[in-house]
C-alpha cells in the first residue's frame, strides 16, 4: 500500500525539478564564491594572479621535492645507521664518495646504462614505433601499441622472472632456441645470457618497458596535429620521409623535450630490474648503478651495520646529476625559443 503511495507522489518531473533546483543553487553559490575572488585578481593585477594559481603548484613540489631533497642531504651528513641517530660527521660522507674506488665504476655503469637505454628505447623505440604507427591503418597501429604495452602493465616481479626464464643458458630457453632457429646462433652463439652478457638483459627489460612511456606521449602529440599540414604537404609533394622530417617532428619538440628529460631521470633513479635480475651483479658492481648503490648502503646489513647517512649522500649527488642533466637539455632543446608566443599574420 504504501510502495504505492511513493510511487504516486514522486515522478520523474518532480525529480527533474529538484536537480533544476540544485542547478540553480550551484550556481549562485558560485556567482558569490568566483565574482569576488574574479574582481580581486583584477584589482591586483595580472602578474599577481599568475602567482596565485602556482602557489598550489609549487606547495606540491615543495612538499614532494624540496623538502626530502633537504631531509636527504642533511642526512647525508650523518653517520646515522639503523639506530637512527643524528651523528654529525659534516661532509665525511662527500669527501669518502671522492675516496670510493667503486665510485668511478658505478657512476661509469650508471651512465652507459642511461644514454643506452634512452637512446635505444625511451626515446628512440618510442619515436621509431609512434612515427610508424602513425603512417598505417589505424587498426593495426593501434594492436602494435597494445602489444608495445604489454611489458608496462605485466607485474615487475612476474616480467623480470619471465625474461630470466627466457635468458637461461639452455639450448631450448627462448632467447637461444630463437638465435638456433633463425640461424643467427652462427653470428650470435648462444650462451646463458644473464652470465655472460648482463648488461644486454638489463637494457632490454627496462628498455621494453621505457617504450611504452614515450610511445604514448609521441602519439598523442602526433594525432594533435592538424589535418591540414598532412594535406598541404601532400598538395606540395612532400614524401612520407618530407613529412616526418620536416612537419612531425618539429611539431613535437615539447613531448621530445619532456619525454627525455623525464625519462633521464626516471633511468638515473631506477634499479628495481637490475635488483631483480643481477643485484648488481655477477661478480663485482657489474651492472651495479648509482642508484641500487645508495639502496645498497642504505638498506642492505654489511656485516651487521646499514649505513644510511652514506648512502643519503650518494642519492644526493645522484638529484645534483639529474638537475644538470635537465639544464643541459634546456639549452641543447632552445626552452626559451619554444615559450616565445608565435607571431601570426593576419
Same mark, same amino acid.
Given at each position: 500500500m504504501s510502495d504505492n503511495i511513493w510511487q504516486k507522489?514522486?515522478?520523474?518531473?518532480?525529480?527533474?525539478?529538484?536537480?533544476e533546483l540544485l542547478r540553480r543553487g550551484f550556481i549562485s553559490l558560485a556567482k558569490y564564491i568566483v565574482d569576488p575572488i574574479r574582481n580581486l585578481l583584477s584589482k591586483l593585477?595580472?602578474?599577481?594572479?599568475?602567482?596565485?594559481? $602556482? %602557489?598550489? #603548484?609549487?606547495?606540491f613540489i615543495s612538499l614532494f621535492y624540496l623538502v626530502p631533497f633537504i631531509l636527504t642531504f642533511l642526512i647525508g651528513m650523518?653517520?646515522?645507521?639503523?639506530?637512527?641517530?643524528?651523528?654529525?660527521?659534516?661532509?665525511?660522507?662527500?669527501?669518502r664518495i671522492l675516496n670510493d674506488s667503486f665510485a668511478p665504476k658505478i657512476m661509469g655503469n650508471t651512465l652507459f646504462y642511461v644514454f643506452t637505454t634512452l637512446t635505444l628505447f625511451n626515446?628512440?623505440?618510442? $619515436? %621509431?614505433? #609512434?612515427l610508424i604507427?602513425?603512417?598505417i591503418p589505424d587498426h593495426i597501429g593501434s594492436a602494435v601499441r597494445g602489444i608495445w604495452l604489454l611489458p608496462r602493465i605485466t607485474p615487475s616481479t612476474v616480467y623480470a622472472l619471465l625474461w630470466l626464464w627466457a635468458a637461461r643458458g639452455e639450448e631450448n630457453a627462448l632467447i637461444n632456441w630463437f638465435l638456433t632457429?633463425?640461424?643467427?646462433?652462427?653470428?650470435?652463439?648462444?650462451?646463458?645470457?644473464?652470465?655472460?652478457?648482463?648488461w644486454v638483459i638489463v637494457i632490454l627489460v627496462n628498455g621494453f618497458v621505457g617504450t611504452s612511456f614515450g610511445m604514448i606521449v609521441f602519439t598523442a602529440a602526433l594525432k594533435s596535429i592538424p589535418e591540414d599540414y598532412y594535406r598541404a604537404a601532400k598538395v606540395d609533394g612532400a614524401s612520407t620521409w618530407d613529412i616526418i622530417r620536416y612537419v612531425e617532428l618539429p611539431m613535437i619538440k615539447w613531448p621530445l623535450l619532456f619525454v627525455t628529460a623525464y625519462?633521464?631521470?626516471?633511468?638515473?633513479?631506477?634499479?628495481?630490474?637490475?635488483?631483480?635480475?643481477?643485484?648488481?651483479?655477477?661478480?663485482?658492481?657489474?651492472?651495479e648503478v648509482w642508484s641500487l648503490y645508495s639502496y645498497h648502503k642504505a638498506f642492505r646489513s654489511y656485516g651487521g651495520t646499514v649505513e644510511i647517512g652514506y648512502g643519503a649522500a650518494l642519492a644526493t649527488i645522484l638529484v645534483i646529476i639529474g638537475v644538470i642533466m635537465s639544464l643541459i637539455y634546456w639549452r641543447i632543446f632552445k626552452f626559451k625559443e619554444m615559450m616565445v608566443e608565435p607571431k601570426i599574420e593576419v
Open positions: 507522489e514522486i515522478t520523474l518531473k518532480d525529480i527533474l525539478k529538484v536537480l593585477g595580472y602578474k599577481l594572479a599568475i602567482y596565485v594559481f $602556482l %602557489v598550489p #603548484s609549487l606547495g650523518t653517520a646515522m645507521d639503523f639506530t637512527f641517530k643524528w651523528d654529525w660527521v659534516g661532509l665525511a660522507n662527500y669527501i626515446v628512440g623505440m618510442a $619515436l %621509431v614505433v #609512434s604507427t602513425n603512417h632457429i633463425t640461424g643467427l646462433s652462427m653470428v650470435i652463439p648462444t650462451r646463458t645470457w644473464i652470465l655472460d652478457d648482463p625519462q633521464t631521470l626516471s633511468l638515473l633513479t631506477s634499479f628495481e630490474y637490475i635488483l631483480i635480475l643481477t643485484d648488481g651483479g655477477p661478480g663485482l658492481y657489474t651492472t
